[in-house]
């Protein structure tokens, strides 16, 4: 069910689109290409994750999992970016981000369903591969983090992160595995096809794009897949794109992310290394 009942109950009272959202993070990144896409008047709320900002109480009570993006839309909460952006696709239907056929409807969702399964390992992968050069708080900001938030599930991934063995080897390369298998399943869907599902950009591709692009900055073997290359650069091309994702990326931390991922590789560690 996309709309939960909010803990803070002001926003009940808000009009419009409303975003608490990351610039970097992937699952914002769906929903401002939706927006972009769509033309959409939405009011930002840039949540600062680096300050964990979303381990504060006041946040909590926006997101019950301390996590981004939520959405408000005239005081209706939403959380999930997948159910964000079919909500988006639904309320605003031009121009469609849905297939033109009713059979393909389940086709679509089943690539979102799969795109959602995809986080927890594109995020392990993400830590491992670029966010060490930039992600690592320091130990009295960790527990401070720690000690405000409370979506355990979260906190554990932290404390491994911040550990001082890091995120074991084997979790890393079961996550790159498993990426790779979805990419193959990606590249064959769409040998002789332009987009994922029907003949028009959908949310289904949508979905992915975030993934494909994050893994892209810490040079991830895309030539093993030349559908998905082609599919890559037709999506690149897009003015959604550039707005809801391209736009929102800070470059110093590009340009941190591109010099850890040059020194991976040349110690023999970057990601190639693990499949
Ligand atoms: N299934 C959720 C996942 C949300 C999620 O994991 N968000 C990440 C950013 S993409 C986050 O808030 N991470 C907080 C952190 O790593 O501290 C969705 O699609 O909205």
Redesign the pocket.
């Known amino acids: 069910m996309p709309i939960i009942e909010p803990e803070d109950t002001s926003l009940k009272n808000l009009r419009g689109l409303h975003l608490w959202h ?1 610039g970097l ?4 990144q ?1 929903v401002r290409i939706v927006l972009a896409e769509k033309g959409l008047d939405w009011e930002s709320h840039v949540v600062d ?1 680096a300050a964990g900002e ?1 381990a504060g109480a006041a946040y909590q009570a926006i997101h019950p ?5 939520a959405m408000v839309d005239d005081g209706a909460l939403l ?4 159910d ?1 952006i079919d909500h988006l696709d639904r309320r605003t239907p031009e121009p469609p981000l849905r297939p033109g056929e009713a059979g393909e409807e389940a086709e679509m969702q089943a690539w979102l369903a799969k795109a ?1 399964a995809a ?1 927890a390992d594109l ?1 392990t992968l993400s830590h491992e591969f670029l966010f060490q050069a930039t992600h690592k708080r320091s130990p009295e900001k960790l527990a401070a983090f720690l000690a405000g ?1 409370r979506n355990e599930t ?1 906190t554990a ?2 404390r491994e992160f911040h550990s001082e063995a890091g995120i074991p080897r084997d979790k890393v390369a079961a996550a790159a595995k498993r990426t790779d298998a979805g990419f193959r399943e990606l590249d064959a869907a769409l040998a002789g096809r332009d987009w994922l599902v029907g003949g028009r950009l959908t949310l289904a591709d949508v979905a992915w794009m975030p993934n494909i692009h994050r893994m892209a900055l810490m040079d991830w073997p895309f030539e093993r897949y030349p559908h998905l290359v082609r599919w890559k650069e037709r999506i690149e091309a897009l003015p959604c794109y550039r707005q809801g994702l391209v736009d929102w990326e800070p470059s110093p931390l590009l340009d941190a992310f591109a010099a850890y991922v040059a020194r991976r590789k040349e110690e023999g560690t970057d990601v190639r290394s693990y499949l």
């Open positions: 990351g993070s992937s699952c914002s769906r994750m979303h999992k301390g996590l981004v993006p959380i999930e970016s997948i964000i959602d986080q995020k938030h979260l991934f932290h």
